[in-house]
């Protein structure tokens, strides 16, 4: 940080940091560093580094790679903003018993952070009166100097806020004493701040926790992102959902289905919905994600619902690729969104699971509608609704699908649509209910 | 007094208070096999004459005799059993569980009943209790039979209880004793001339009456017939049908179970109303020609058939239309219906037939199950099970497996005999995709394997990684193996390594390994490459294809084209390769972009600036030589980090730059290679051509002299390469680490940080702990190879699934993802 303010090396008066000595400092983040590299009465300028261990930084089994070796030692993030907030407490307070008044005056001041995630530095601390300057070293680090006339405290505090939020993570757990700590330095600024809203959201934004699921680690084993393999708790959000609900609920009580099997459960919207029906008596949910299904349990409140509503739910681990023959002698079945996130390869072994060995006397199935897809503003052309679809169909390629299994299977079927529908794409989403031709289960 | 049950029974005792049950059960039966409701109140109640407690007492022996039952245990109730519902209950846990519920009644007269009790302090209920079970007893002697007990023994004084020996006798479907050679001959429908061709074929003598019919075939040396039913119907000559194989069955020369038509045939004979159709009017026809006393034996013939039998020690199991393990030298209606007419949904198609349900699909047991019933177009084997109707009576052929050799013998049709009403492709029954069940892969599991004994997965493990298996894995019919993990060589004592080869050599040297290949470690992702001459797939570490659609065919395709001389040499349909695939960021962009090169950015952006900002302080004359060092020094590092991942980058183009270096021929149709020595797989693999393949440089090495082999470890990872693995030139298993990976000291500083190698940081890296990381290499290891030998075998998919799950499921155990 460097001032052109005369006589320069006031800066080390309102820091508490004497100009010609190198002082180091234990803090619970690292050992901070503060010298100055240049120390005139024209132009002084401080350097605060962090050293961090490594080694240190990371503890406990089931960790992946990506949390031994990471950008935390090298770039600003919440390591340095704690090592900011204990070297230059005083500073920040804007206290300072020999030069109050310049304490309380806004001073030139520039600002050379040489590695920070950039993306939102320009937005976030250009309405704070800085000229931000960025050189980018790749796609998410970038060297940024801010430039402006501001007051040492203010500087400071904006830093202390900023430099998460444009990390974006935490490297503790966020406690509640957080939002005292923000409210404190953000005082003055933060209120008028036009994304005051992005900013306490990241700001308190939880980190994910250390212990990882055995789902990341073999994401590690495989060299890919853990969110590649972890979606199945993401639900697109489209206002359709509800609609989607309705409509199922209403094929489950025209079929006169009691006993139904929510089949790709997630985090158990439907079953929610199912369970305020009493005459739902039994109500099976299973998923593939075991994570999904305690999220399921937990919106449920399975651990405090009464008996007679608690034994009408199961929940289990299961999946539609392998025949499962718990899952038989039930009224009906719902693939909500489901047949989407399964390979085109593997659907003959769902039809062979869902059909011939559950083989429930009623079949409902919803799939997105692909033709309807350009009318969803938001939707780049060409993309599909989640990332971890498979395919979309268009209502004729859904058809061919399920008649086919129809014909194979010895159901029959008819379709139906969801949601606003457009004259030449149909709804977005459409509906195949089966019904077993037999009378029997 | 012998009283006859079957070797697999419910024993109900019937009898009073008193009447000598528990002491005839103690002297007849083993004390496990005895299921007493005194003992069953008293682990309810803490008190067994508390009648109270009887209904909690009931639901719990009725739950353990059900558990016996389906286990195959003789089970024997000690209850007085005097009451209808009573023993109705026993009598459903017996049919549940598919075996026959016997009673023995201990008809004892009243006053010895009395005189037993009044020796019992705890039994003070008074003598209108007795007499009330005692004339519930009379009242129930005469409908036991009626009321389901298969035999019912009653023991009328006591003299007559302390004389009875039980005698266990054989279930008529237990043929045990029979062990074969076999010839199983699929459904013959009446088709006489194809059968009498058939048995020539299979070197039977047809014997001949004075009108030269058909009555009887020797067959050659120890070998026996089994008919798997439908002998009747449809066919142009069911009657000389039968009287070939009733001489055959009566002569001890063959076998025969009964299918669904002899069934409908006897009802029909006996007079019963039957609706004639599917062909039996032909048989009526038929038969009506011939005389009286031959309807009569065929008849008796047809009526006398068992619906199932096991044969040769329970490893063969032959019924009309197969039979899933839970049945298997069981009896009750029920196993009989599924013997006669299969798994049925109980609906119609548009033909009127019934929908059937794909049972051998779910088939799981060891015993081989042949059958007939369902017309398919050829015999073939699902889970070691074999349909053999062929369809001869349709103009298809007629079909025998000779047991154990499993050859398939056949012959055409002569003609067309029956035409349907249905065409012909309608009553195939259409094969089912390989279909896995849950209960393959979840749960607990213990995986017999040859190089190990028993793995054990647990069931955490299991759910872990059936949500990758089943949302991210190839069609499981092409996932045949996944490779095993491995673990790095013990973490050397050097100041400036953390991994060198001394220790991997050592390590052989005292394993009793004498020589060791020495393999260049390519640094790319792990592929394993399924070549079929038609298909395949080329997937990860964790059975995800490595490339979709059509550039995964395109690359498929040109390996195939590269193989062909190895389809020839090995005569096979497919081989199955391990392999290296180059570069590292084909596969892992995400990774390498979000991680790695995020590193390297914020290193290189930050440390170069700290130490400009520190020797500026240090002219000034501030003391920061210290800092300024170790900056300097973390500044370096950062850079030789980024040149080591960098150098395992490239830009592909499509499959442009994408480049394969196989290791290992796993597996080709029938055999698999894991007891060769490694120069021969890399011998083999050579001849692999192409700018696609990339040879793998290799250096057998003299564990008792290493020198060689250390000097090249150090020329290969100071020209930049990733390091090498060590294995055991001849390949071996079991106990001995399968190969160990010894890494470069630049590699290493991708996976523990660009400033591993200061000396603070080495000396607490080096506590890592291998263990559970062997521990694992090795149980993979021997997963694959059993997934490997069960392919060679050509055994169920499932058995295979099984073991390639569970290397998955291993793979999902936390260690520490930097060894």
């Known amino acids: 940080m460097t001032t052109t303010h005369q006589p320069a090396t006031d800066l080390g008066h309102l820091l508490h940091k004497h100009p010609d000595r190198a002082q180091s400092f234990t803090t619970s983040s690292g050992v901070a560093h503060v010298f100055y590299p240049k120390a005139t009465n024209e132009e002084c300028t401080v350097a605060l580094l962090l050293e961090v261990d490594p080694i240190a930084l990371v503890r406990g089994p089931g960790s992946t790679l990506t949390q031994y070796v990471n950008d935390r030692p090298y770039a600003a993030g919440s390591l340095l903003t704690v090592a900011l907030g204990s070297v230059f407490r005083t500073a920040m307070n804007g206290r300072s018993e020999s030069y109050p008044e310049l304490a309380n005056t806004p001073i030139p001041l520039v600002i050379r952070i040489p590695a920070l995630p950039h993306r939102l530095a320009d937005r976030l601390f250009t309405p704070l009166g800085w000229t931000v300057e960025i050189t980018e070293h790749g796609e998410r680090h970038g060297d940024v100097t801010l430039t402006g006339t501001v007051r040492l405290s203010d500087a400071l505090k904006h830093l202390y806020v900023l430099l998460p939020v444009l990390d974006g993570g935490k490297h503790y757990w966020v406690a509640a004493d957080e939002v005292d700590k923000l409210l404190k330095a953000g005082d003055g600024w933060l209120s008028q701040h036009p994304d005051k809203e992005l900013i306490t959201t990241r700001y308190l934004a939880r980190k994910r926790p250390l212990i990882t699921s055995a789902l990341e680690r073999l994401a590690d084993v495989d060299e890919v992102e853990p969110e590649e393999l972890d979606n199945a708790l993401t639900e697109p959000k489209i206002s359709l959902a509800a609609q989607r609900k309705e409509a199922v609920i209403k094929a489950l009580k025209q079929a006169g289905a009691q006993r139904v099997l929510d089949l790709g459960c997630g985090g158990g919207a439907l079953l929610r919905e199912l369970v305020k029906d009493p005459g739902f008596t039994e109500i099976h949910g299973v998923d593939v994600s075991a994570k999904a299904l305690q999220e399921a349990a937990r919106k449920l409140h399975l651990d405090r619902l009464d008996d007679r509503r608690r034994e009408r739910i199961t929940l289990r681990q299961s999946a539609l690729t392998y025949a499962d023959t718990a899952l038989a002698g039930y009224d009906a079945a719902v693939l909500m969104e489901v047949v989407e996130h399964v390979d085109p390869s593997r659907l003959p072994a769902l039809e062979h699971s869902v059909f011939t060995v559950a083989r429930p006397r009623t079949v409902l199935v919803t799939t997105p509608n692909v033709e309807y897809n350009p009318l969803f503003e938001t939707l780049p052309e060409g993309q599909l609704r989640h990332s971890d679809h498979r395919f979309e169909w268009t209502r004729a390629e859904f058809q061919e699908w399920a008649d086919g299994v129809a014909e194979r299977r010895n159901y029959t079927v008819s379709y139906v649509p969801i949601g606003p529908e457009d004259a030449d794409r149909g709804a977005p989403t459409q509906m195949a209910v089966f019904t077993s031709k037999g009378g029997k289960n | ?819």
């Not at chain 2, 009395?114 to 005469?142: E, M, T, Y």
């Not at chain 2, 179970?257 to 002899?262: I, M, Q």
């Not at chain 2, 980058?649 to 055999?671: H, K, M, N, S, Y």
């Not at chain 2, 997934?787 to 058995?799: D, F, I, N, S, T």
Request: hydrophobic residues 40%; charged residues 25%.
């Open chain 2, 1 to 819: 007094m012998e009283l006859k049950i079957p070797d697999l029974c419910l024993v109900v005792l019937v009898g009073a208070s008193g009447s000598g049950k528990s002491t005839f059960a103690r002297r007849h039966f083993l004390p496990t096999q005895v299921l007493s409701s005194d003992y069953f109140r008293g682990l309810v109640s803490d008190d067994e004459n508390d009648q109270s407690a009887s209904a909690a007492a009931f639901d719990v022996l009725h739950y353990v005799a059900g558990k016996r039952l389906e286990a195959g245990k003789v089970t024997v109730v000690d209850a007085t059993n005097v009451q209808a519902p009573d023993r109705a209950k026993l009598i459903e846990v017996a049919k549940k569980a598919n075996v026959l519920p016997v009673a023995i009644v201990l008809d004892t007269p009243t006053d010895v009943c009395l005189k037993r009790n009044a020796q019992r302090p705890d039994r003070d209920f008074g003598a209108h209790v007795v007499k009330r079970h005692r004339s519930a007893l009379q009242r129930s002697l005469k409908y036991l039979g009626k009321e389901g007990f298969k035999r019912v023994h009653v023991l009328r004084s006591e003299s007559d209880v302390d004389s009875a020996t039980i005698v266990y006798e054989r279930l008529l479907n237990d043929l045990r004793h029979e062990t074969g050679p076999f010839d199983v001959i699929g459904d013959v429908h009446g088709c006489r001339a194809e059968l009498e061709e058939l048995l020539t074929d299979l070197g039977y003598q047809v014997q001949r009456d004075d009108e030269g019919r058909a009555v009887d075939a020797i067959p050659p040396g120890s070998r026996k017939a089994v008919f798997v039913g439908d002998l009747v119907d449809r066919g142009p000559d069911t009657p000389g049908v039968l009287r070939l194989v009733m001489g055959m069955v009566g002569n001890g020369h063959a076998l025969s179970v009964r299918g669904n038509h002899e069934e409908k045939l006897v009802r029909a004979l006996r007079g019963h109303k039957v609706t004639v159709q599917h062909g039996l009017e032909k048989s009526l026809e038929q038969l009506a020609h011939e005389s009286e006393e031959f309807r009569r034996a065929a008849t008796k013939f047809c009526d006398g058939l068992v619906a199932h039998y096991v044969l040769d020690g329970g490893n063969l199991v032959v019924a009309h239309a197969g039979l899933p393990e839970r049945y298997h030298g069981r009896a009750s209606a029920k196993v009989r219906s599924f013997a006669l007419y299969g798994d049925t949904t109980g609906e119609t198609d548009e033909y009127g037939m019934p929908v059937r349900l794909p049972w051998a699909n779910d088939y799981r047991g060891n015993a081989m199950v042949l059958y007939g019933h369902v017309l398919v177009p050829e015999a073939e084997w699902i889970n070691n099970t074999m349909c053999l109707e062929t369809g001869v009576v349709f103009g298809g052929k007629l079909t025998a497996l000779r047991y154990p050799e499993k050859e398939l013998v056949s012959v055409k049709a002569h003609e067309v005999w029956y035409a349907n009403d249905r065409p012909l492709e309608t009553l195939v029954v259409q094969r089912e995709p390989d279909v896995l069940a849950l209960s393959d892969v979840t749960g607990l599991r213990r995986i017999e394997t040859s190089l190990l004994g028993a793995v054990t997965i647990r069931a955490e493990q299991s759910a872990s990684a059936l949500e990758v298996m089943s949302r991210f894995a190839i069609n499981p019919h092409d996932l045949l193996y996944l490779p095993p993990t491995m673990a790095p060589t013990a973490t050397s004592q050097r100041d400036d390594v953390l991994e060198h080869p001394d220790e991997a050599f050592a390590e052989y040297r005292a394993a009793g390994v004498a020589q060791v290949i020495c393999e260049e470690k390519h640094m790319g992702s792990r592929a394993v490459l399924l070549v079929r001459k038609e298909g395949g797939a080329i997937y990860t570490r964790t059975g995800r294809a490595f490339f979709d659609g059509a550039l995964g065919d395109e690359l498929l395709d040109r390996v195939r084209g590269a193989a062909k001389p190895l389809f020839d040499e090995f005569s096979t349909d497919w081989l199955l390769i391990d392999a290296e695939l180059m570069p590292w960021n084909a596969k892992a962009s995400g990774l390498i972009r979000e991680q790695y090169a995020a590193v390297g950015a914020a290193a290189g952006g930050a440390l170069p600036v700290a130490v400009e900002a520190l020797e500026a302080a240090k002219a000034r004359g501030i003391d920061v030589t210290d800092l300024l060092a170790r900056t300097a020094q973390r500044s370096a590092n950062a850079a030789a980090y980024r040149a080591a991942y960098e150098r395992y980058c490239w830009p592909t183009d499509g499959l442009e730059g994408v480049r394969i270096a196989p290791f290992q021929l796993l597996a080709v149709e029938g055999r698999t290679f894991h007891d060769r020595s490694h120069l021969w797989h890399l011998e083999t693999l050579s001849r692999l051509e192409g700018p696609l393949f990339q040879q793998t440089r290799h250096l057998v090495v003299d564990t008792a002299d290493p020198a060689a082999g250390v000097r090249w470890w150090e020329e290969l990872t100071e020209a930049g390469g990733e390091g090498m693995v060590v294995k055991p030139l001849a390949n071996l298993g079991g106990r001995v680490q399968p190969g160990v990976k010894v890494r470069g000291r630049e590699y290493l500083r991708i996976i523990y940080g660009p400033d591993y190698t200061s000396p603070e940081n080495l000396s607490r890296l080096r506590k890592r702990s291998l263990g559970r990381k062997r521990g694992l290499a090795l149980r993979e290891y021997a997963l694959g190879i059993e997934a490997l030998e069960r392919v060679a075998r050509g055994e169920p998919l499932w058995r295979v699934h099984e073991c390639v799950f569970g290397v998955l499921a291993l793979e999902s155990e936390p260690v520490d993802p930097r060894l």
